[in-house]
């Protein structure tokens, strides 16, 4: 696993990210937005399974907003991997990274578990424990990827 860090943090783009002035910034902004759109479009979900908005139906909102937390997701993880490429083995080499992997696999089994018809199924108390679960999921993500920023 060492050599596969190693090789990730050798690569043509992880070199590039820490020499070019105006590359990293740009990803790093990039995975803001994308956890901004990903976060953005779930709180709203997570608000109405939680009973606000009730006169709102939850498979339109789910319409609108799930590709929208998609879009954000494959961008948060496509930057979040080439920011993970500037320092792979300080990143893997701490609990904290460890913890946000994980934090965001069970987020996206959260939102994966209530897709399509399962939806529309769920008991209300299900749907009430799936959105708080996923608050409680993606604030701690974000907050441990936040965090991972200031590590020495």
Known sequence: MQGLLAAVEASALAEH??????????????????????????LPLDLRLLGLFPTTPLAVLARVLRPVAAAGFVLAAATGLTLFSVQATDY???????????????GLANALALTGPRLAAAPPARLRAAGAASLALWLAAILAGRWLGYLD
């Open 17 to 42: 990210l820490r020499f070019a002035r105006v590359s990293y910034p740009l990803v790093n902004a990039a995975h803001i937005v994308g956890i901004a759109m990903l976060f953005g479009a779930i």
């Open 92 to 106: 893997a080499a701490t609990p904290l990274f460890g913890l946000k992997m994980t934090l965001v696999a069970l």
